[in-house]
């Protein structure tokens, strides 16, 4: 509205713009004084925001109004004095000058305002297009007039020469300046007051040399409106910096409250620093944490409050550090400081941040008393396992090596029944002792894998043997497959891989009532040289529960948690496995569903070795086999067995059927080479064996028999058969048994009898030191039984002793004895032996049996580490192993 006002009075008194109106006293003075004082007034003000907000457009404005200011004085002083022609002459071209200066040097402060301000405002500088052109238009339209109407003779005199090219360049400019501020102030997203108040000193300037230029001579009404909108650009400009001043005041004033409230609420404490280490001032926490008071500590060194605190010294900008502070009470406390300086600070303040850490610290040396205690707990943990180990291991020792010896020994049917019971249950102690031991040590993180050349198929088949027994005593049929592709040998811990394998099949057996279990071992996958194993253990037994899944794996936890469960055990089998498969690299697993049995299964990466055993498969190659067994299992992985041999097999469950089989591919001239019968084949493995013998093309027909049982092989023999295979079934058993048959050279079968040990031929003299009267007298009885002469003494002292005479070839050394425990003993032994020569044999026969144990054993320079309870095959195997030197029969 007041830019429209403008233009509109411009135009509006241009019938009366040529009327002379006079002089008026002291009009020049007057107006070049308001003039002058609200320039000067604005350019103060401008300048006091740009110091408040460092906005460069503020200063490029500030400095504008400034030189304006300055400009209008001279302009004043040259304007000519009424009625004096001479004067006129004179001055009249200067004063023209100036004016002309100052209002283009204005209007180019406004152009700088707005293009800064856009910068600072982060706008597009594309702008209208559209609008610039138009006023660039109008511009250039009022030039054309302006010079026009000047160089016209439209004037009433040109006698003073007013407008020269000069004056009409600058005021041109001025024009221009205008317009473009116009745009620019105009078409800005977001308007401040002091854009909206800028517009209109703009638009006066513009209207400015319209009035001046159709007024004509001074002192006319065109001549006073020319002047008159210098002061309204001057008041607007106040107006508006005032508005704007008031405006920043708010903001600035609200900014410094929500800053103060932001310092006085935060807990850490802020203190503020001048170059001189004085203390400017400290925020509420910093009077909590130091117990004073602001105006205490205002100007105060601050060295009273951190002594290690250097002002002067280069700053690391809100870098912390661990120093100490000093309440005002003299106490020092521990902190945590970060400083750093504000760069829009002349002054060269610094700003402390100080935390109090006492508490950290204390959690901190809590934390570490906790850990020593947990670490001093672990190793008492430890320290009672091993006391425990040994402890429970030395009765169990005795008791399974009495057993053992009391079964070697006469005995009615009721009392070796008794005995069984004795040995088995202290078998099974030994079991949950070793489940404990081993939780233990993963628990603590101790137990190592080993890395060693073995057989998959040896560790499968191994394990299977081992459960064989309580198998068939629940009648269950267990079998096993190891796939052809299967590396021969992989580099792995066999022994924990083993442990495995029995967990989870010692976990079917015990919960299968009838039917079947099954393990099976195959290739997942080949990794580079990794041969991914898939293992699983498959059985008949109840199912397991969905809901019961996620607990299974717990340690101490059973699928059945009830005080009415069928079966017992510790709970930490399939804990233990998963333990161990995670070790190695592998997960575990199960499938399963209530009455259709379970599969335990789990994946292992084992390094493979180059076979170099292959070959010996050719002997099967092309043979023509039948098997007949009624268990689907048992024929399948037999099955599988021949077609990875090359044979061609023919299989049945039906025995009557696989007889009518055997007499027609003898009919047609292709007759089987061998017969695999099962021992209850058609309800009676030998009945049907005689029937086929019976019929005159299958008389020489070689057969196999697979059996379960435990029967002895010379009734086999007896009734026919070239070879006898045991189940589970043994892959190599099986070849050798097979090839065997087939070219009539089958050796007689590989039968395990009761160890029955040859009298050496010349005298072995064992030491025993051992300090536990039951297991000492266990350890005499079980080397008479050897067959070995042997000598005991009840401590390391003694046992040094007896070595030093000679007499002793092999020496079974306990570990804790008193007096001397076995490990001292050792050392002095070899010391000894080290300035006589000689080298007696030292087997560790100790109830430690933790990880390291064994290595401890080595270390103290012992040859052999066996953990009791001591077998009497492993105890023979040991020392004929050092003894075989002096002529120990095997």
């Known amino acids: 509205m007041a830019i429209l006002s403008l233009f509109v009075a411009a135009a509006a008194t241009a019938p009366v713009a040529h009327t002379t109106l006079g002089t008026f006293p002291g009009f020049s003075a007057l107006y070049g004084g308001a003039v002058v004082v609200g ?38 002083l040259t304007i000519p004095v009424p009625g004096s022609a001479a004067v006129l002459g004179q001055h009249g071209n200067a004063t023209e000058y100036l004016q002309a ?84 102030l105009q078409w800005r997203p977001r308007h401040s007051v ?34 008159a909108d210098v002061l309204i650009a001057t008041t607007c400009l106040v107006i508006a910096l005032l508005f704007e001043t008031n405006r920043i005041s708010r903001i600035l004033t609200l900014s410094e409250r929500r800053l103060r409230g932001i310092v006085n609420g935060v807990t850490d404490a802020l203190i503020v620093v001048d170059p001189g280490g004085a203390i400017v001032s400290v925020n509420p926490a910093a009077e909590r944490l130091f117990g004073l008071a602001s105006p205490e500590a205002r100007g105060a060194p601050v060295t009273q409050l951190l002594p290690d605190f250097d002002h002067a010294g280069p700053i690391a900008y809100f870098s912390a550090v661990e120093t100490t502070a000093r309440h005002a009470r003299g106490e020092l406390f521990p902190i945590e400081l970060a400083r750093g300086r504000d760069s ?13 850490i006492t508490q950290r610290k204390a959690a901190d040396e809590a934390i570490r008393q906790a850990h020593d205690r947990a670490v001093e707990a672990a190793e008492v943990k430890s320290q009672f396992l091993a006391t425990m180990s040994h402890e429970i291991r030395t009765p169990i020792n005795a008791v399974v090596g009495m057993s053992e010896l009391l079964m070697q020994t006469r005995l009615d049917d009721e009392a070796r029944e008794y005995a069984t019971t004795v040995r088995d249950s202290a078998e099974s102690l030994l079991g949950i002792v070793n489940d404990i031991l081993d939780f233990s040590k993963i628990e603590a993180g101790r137990m190592e894998l080993e890395a060693a050349p073995f057989s998959p198929l040896v560790a499968v088949e191994n394990a299977t043997d081992i459960l ?44 299968t009532a009838e039917g079947s279990v099954s393990v099976r071992a195959v290739v997942e996958r080949i990794d580079g040289e990794d041969a991914v194993m898939h293992f699983s253990v498959t059985d008949t037994g109840p199912g397991i529960a969905p809901e019961l899944a996620d607990r299974l794996f717990e340690p101490f936890r059973q699928a059945d948690q009830s005080t009415r469960r069928r079966y017992g055990g510790t709970g930490l089998g399939l804990s233990i496995s998963r333990r161990i498969v995670e070790l190695m690299g592998g997960r575990i697993g199960f499938d399963s569903s209530v009455g259709r049995g379970s599969t335990f299964w789990f994946t292992v990466p084992l390094t493979r070795v180059p076979d170099d055993l292959r070959g010996r498969n050719d002997a099967l190659r092309g043979r023509r086999i039948l098997v007949v067994d009624d268990e689907t299992v048992a024929r399948q992985v037999i099955d599988q067995y021949l077609l990875a041999w090359g044979a061609v097999a023919s299989s049945t469950g039906n025995a009557a059927h696989g007889l009518e089989l055997a007499r027609a591919m003898a009919a047609r001239g292709i007759a089987f080479e061998v017969a695999v019968i099962d021992r209850r084949a058609g309800g009676d493995g030998f009945s049907f064996a005689a029937r086929m013998r019976s019929a005159p093309e299958l008389k020489d027909l070689p057969l196999v028999l697979v059996t379960g049982s435990e029967e002895p092989a010379a009734e086999a023999r007896a009734r026919g058969f070239s070879g006898v295979v045991r189940k589970p079934i043994r892959q190599v058993t099986l070849h050798d048994a097979l090839a065997g ?35 000492r007298k266990l350890a005499l009885q079980q080397l008479k039984k050897l067959g070995y002469a042997a000598h005991a003494v009840v401590d390391g002292r003694e046992a040094i002793d007896a070595v030093a005479s000679g007499a002793y070839d092999v020496v079974l050394m306990d570990c804790q004895m008193p007096e001397v425990d076995g490990f001292e003993a050792t050392r002095a032994i070899r010391r000894a032996e080290a300035t006589r020569g000689g080298h007696i044999p030292i087997l560790a026969m100790t109830a430690n049996a933790l990880e390291g144990d064994r290595e401890q054993c080595l270390a103290a320079g012992m040859d052999e580490y066996l953990a009791k309870p001591v077998q009497l095959a492993t105890l023979s195997a040991a020392i004929e192993r050092f003894v075989n030197g002096i002529g120990v029969a095997g």
């Open 39 to 76: 320039l000067a007034i604005t350019a103060a003000i401008v300048f006091t925001q740009f110091a408040a907000t460092q906005r460069p457009s503020l200063l490029a404005l500030a400095c504008g109004l400034l030189f304006c200011a300055i400009v209008f004085v001279p302009y004043i």
């Open 101 to 184: 200066a100052w209002g283009c040097v204005l209007t180019a402060s406004f152009v700088a305002y707005a293009s800064i301000s856009r910068r600072e405002g982060g706008e597009s500088h594309s702008g209208p297009r559209v609008a610039a052109a138009l006023f660039a238009t109008l511009a250039a339209a009022y030039i054309v007039i302006d010079v026009a109407l000047t160089f016209g003779k439209q004037l009433p005199s040109l006698a003073d020469e007013r407008y020269l090219p000069g004056v009409v360049f600058v005021r041109c400019a001025m024009v221009v300046f205008a317009a473009v501020a116009l745009v620019l």
């Open 194 to 227: 002091a854009d909206v108040w800028l517009m209109v000193p703009a638009a006066a300037l513009l209207a400015e040399p319209i009035s001046d230029a159709l007024g004509g001579g001074r002192y006319t009404v065109g001549w006073y409106l020319s002047h």
């Open 344 to 356: 829009s600070n002349e002054s060269g303040e610094t700003i402390v941040i100080v935390r109090d």
């Open 468 to 511: 064989a027994a309580a198998a068939r005593k629940k009648g269950l049929s267990l079998s096993t497959f190891v796939a052809p592709d299967v590396p021969q040998r992989v580099i792995g811990d066999a022994d924990r891989l083993r442990q495995v394998l029995l967990n989870l099949l010692g976990n079917a057996v015990k919960f």
């Open 741 to 775: 048959a087939c070219t009539k050279t089958m050796p007689g079968p590989r039968l395990v009898e009761p160890l029955v040990m040859a009298p050496p031929r010349e005298i072995v003299n064992v030491l025993v030191a051992e300090d536990n009267p039951v297991n």
